[in-house]
C-alpha cells in the first residue's frame, strides 16, 4: 500500500563564531508529484477507514437487528407463555368462582325457600295461635257463666236446703208431738186397763 519515497538532501552550511563552518541544518525537499502521491494515499486511506467503517456499521447494524430481532422473538416467547399462563390461571380460577357462584346462588334459593316456609309455618303458626287465643277466651267466658251458673244454683241449693231442713224440722216436731202424744194415750189406754184389771181382781 505504502511507497517508498527518496527525497534529495541539501546541507547548508554557516560560520560559527570561530570562523568554522559547519552543517546547520538538513531539509528535505519534497517534490510536487511526490505530495500528490501523498495525498492520495491519504484519500484512499481514508476510504479504506471509511470503507472499513461502513462495514462495520452495516455489521453492527446487521448484529443489532438480528439481536433486536432474538429479543424480539424471546420477549414475543416471554408475553405468549405470561399469557397463556395468565389466560390458564383466569379460566382455572374464573371456573372455580364460577362453581363458588352457582353455589352460592344454590343455598340463597334454598335460603329464600327455607325463609318463605318458615314465613308459612310462621302464619300459620300466628293463625293457630290466634284461634287458640280465640278459643281460650270462649273457654274462659264459658267457665265464667258457669261458675256464676254454679253460685247461684249452690246459692239456690242452699236456700232450698234450708227450706227443707226447715220442714223437715217442722215435721220432725209434728210427728215428735204426734208420737208423744201417741205414746201418752197408749200409756194412759195400758194403765187404764191396769186399773180394770185390778179392780175386778179386787171385786171378783
Known amino acids: 500500500m505504502f511507497r517508498e519515497v527518496t527525497l534529495q538532501k541539501s546541507e547548508t552550511l554557516i ?30 486511506f481514508g476510504a479504506d477507514i471509511n ?23 424471546k420477549i414475543e416467547h416471554v408475553w405468549k407463555t405470561q399469557q397463556e399462563q395468565r389466560q390458564k390461571l383466569n379460566h382455572e380460577f374464573s371456573q372455580q368462582f364460577l362453581t363458588l357462584f352457582q353455589q352460592w346462588d344454590i343455598d340463597v334459593q334454598k335460603a329464600e325457600e327455607q325463609e318463605e316456609k318458615l314465613t308459612n309455618i310462621f302464619r300459620q303458626q300466628q293463625k293457630v295461635f290466634q284461634q287458640a287465643r280465640i278459643v281460650q277466651s270462649q273457654r274462659l ?15 239456690e241449693l242452699e236456700k232450698n236446703n234450708e227450706n227443707l231442713l226447715a220442714g223437715a224440722q217442722s215435721e220432725l216436731r209434728k210427728e215428735m208431738a204426734m208420737l208423744q202424744k201417741k205414746i201418752m194415750m197408749d200409756t194412759q189406754q195400758q194403765e187404764m186397763a191396769t186399773v180394770r184389771k185390778s179392780l175386778q181382781s179386787m171385786l171378783f
Open 15 to 44: 560560520m560559527d563564531k570561530h570562523g568554522k563552518k559547519r552543517p546547520l541544518v538538513t531539509t528535505h525537499v519534497v517534490p510536487d508529484d511526490v505530495g500528490g502521491e501523498v495525498q492520495n494515499m491519504l484519500e484512499r
Open 141 to 155: 267466658k264459658t267457665i265464667k257463666q258457669l261458675y256464676d251458673q254454679f253460685l247461684k244454683s249452690m246459692e
Open 51 to 73: 470503507k472499513a467503517l461502513l462495514a462495520k456499521r452495516k455489521r453492527l447494524e446487521m448484529y443489532t437487528k438480528a439481536s433486536l430481532k432474538t429479543s424480539n422473538q
